[in-house]
């Protein structure tokens, strides 16, 4: 068996591919070089820069898994996947309390305005009254998606005694019960919450979920967060509720547009980036030592155990289904990838 492996895994991931295939680490490879030799591999493991399109699918002709080092598959057509019989694995569990951390980092930070604070600081401003902040206790905060992160991270407000209430169509009573939250409809959610995060993965129904209509509906000095997929909220559209006092603040881990990551300097613009009141991280959910390392090994371990026919854990689609099957399935492939996602 072959991999290869586009991006940065731990080493520990690697160590565990080499004891079980034959691995080749090439994390510089350009577009052109991976079309060309991916007909040779097995398997190939990407994080979220390489794009795994319906040419590159074609040209894998021995490619039986594709393995995603992270949550989110929107750089992967799932769907040419599944008509070549290819499985799609990912880990979404590998980032769950380092993507909950930051979100409620970035949360304590628009309240307090604590970065715009610090940079103030750096150029000798020290006027306490500019900074003053709101506090979360006794606050209400909406958590839209209720999935493994979010619910962690409703979990958690819960000890800063925020009355906690959640949006999740998808999601069984049972689970709401579970971690002492409020079931609300999405317009509830928008009309009471002094806080708002999302927790959703990207797909035809979540994209720009958050637009005008909806920041109409929300309470006048809301603060939102979003450390889950840029392009679930209209950007143009918050842009615009901040202007307008409706947002009061918000903290960004994702934009629908991202810089390069791996780029020291760089010429990027987005206007929400040059409002005082927003708070941007590049793209930080899963950055931590230990989210790395747990990613690592467990795509190591998914791919491994894919490629020997075993069970796995964290398949993202269906393969191997005839194409006229595949047209009747497909309207409930995205419902599947987003329970996958959570």
């Not at 074609?58 to 995603?68: F, H, T």
């Not at 979404?92 to 380092?98: D, I, K, R, S």
């Not at 579970?178 to 939250?181: A, I, L, R």
């Not at 419902?335 to 959570?342: D, I, N, Q, V």
């Given at each position: 068996?072959?991999i290869?492996?586009?991006e940065k ?12 295939a034959?691995?080749d680490?090439?994390?510089n490879?350009?577009r052109?070089e991976l079309l ?5 591999y097995?398997?190939i ?9 319906r040419?590159l699918i ?11 080092a992270?949550?989110?598959?929107d750089?992967i057509?799932?769907?040419?996947a599944?008509?070549?019989g290819?499985?799609v694995?990912?880990t ?7 993507a909950a ?6 949360m304590?930070a ?17 006027r306490?009254?500019?900074?003053k902040?709101?506090e979360?206790?006794g606050?209400t ?19 800063f005694n925020m ?9 069984p009573?049972?689970?709401?019960e579970?971690?002492?939250?409020e079931?609300?409809t ?6 009471q ?5 999302i927790?959703?993965?990207k797909t ?7 637009s005008?209509?909806e920041f109409k509906k929300?309470?006048k ?11 679930i ?12 006092g409706i ?16 780029v020291e300097?760089?010429?990027f613009n ?5 409002l005082?009141?927003v ?26 155990s ?7 854990g ?11 099957e ?5 309207p409930?492939?995205k ?8």
């Open positions: 068996m072959r290869i492996v586009t895994i731990s080493e520990n991931g690697i160590e565990y591919l080499k004891k079980h034959d691995v680490v090439k994390t490879i350009s052109d060309e030799i991916i007909k040779d097995d398997a493991i990407v994080r979220s820069a390489t794009k795994v399109d040419e074609e040209k894998g002709e021995r490619l039986k898994v594709i393995g995603r992270g949550n989110g598959v750089n057509d799932v769907s040419s599944t008509e070549k290819i499985l694995v990912n979404p569990a590998g980032n769950t309390v380092a951390e930051l979100t409620i980092g970035l304590l628009i309240a307090r305005n604590i970065p715009q604070a610090y940079h103030a600081g750096l150029n000798g401003d020290f306490r009254d500019k900074f902040g709101v979360l206790n606050k905060v909406g958590v839209i998606g209720l999935g493994r992160i979010g619910s962690l991270v409703a979990s958690r407000l819960a000890a009355r906690v209430i959640a949006y999740d169509p998808y999601m009573d049972e689970r709401f579970k971690y002492g939250v079931k609300v999405l317009d509830e959610l928008l009309q919450s002094d806080f708002i995060t927790h959703l993965p035809e129904e979540t994209k720009k979920m958050l005008e209509k929300m309470k000095g809301v603060r939102i967060v979003n450390a889950a997929r840029g392009g909220i209209d950007e143009k559209a918050l842009y615009n509720a901040i202007k307008e947002v009061a603040a918000a903290g960004l881990d994702v934009l629908e547009v991202e810089p390069k990551y791996n300097r760089q010429d987005n206007p929400l980036l040059e005082p009141n708070v941007f991280t590049p793209h930080l959910g899963a950055s931590t030592y230990e989210a790395q390392e747990n990613i690592g090994i467990s795509i190591a371990q998914e791919v491994i894919a490629l020997n026919g075993n069970l796995y964290n398949i993202v689609n269906l393969p191997g289904v005839k194409s006229d595949f047209s009747q399935l497909k409930y492939m419902l599947a990838e987003a329970m996958g996602a959570l």
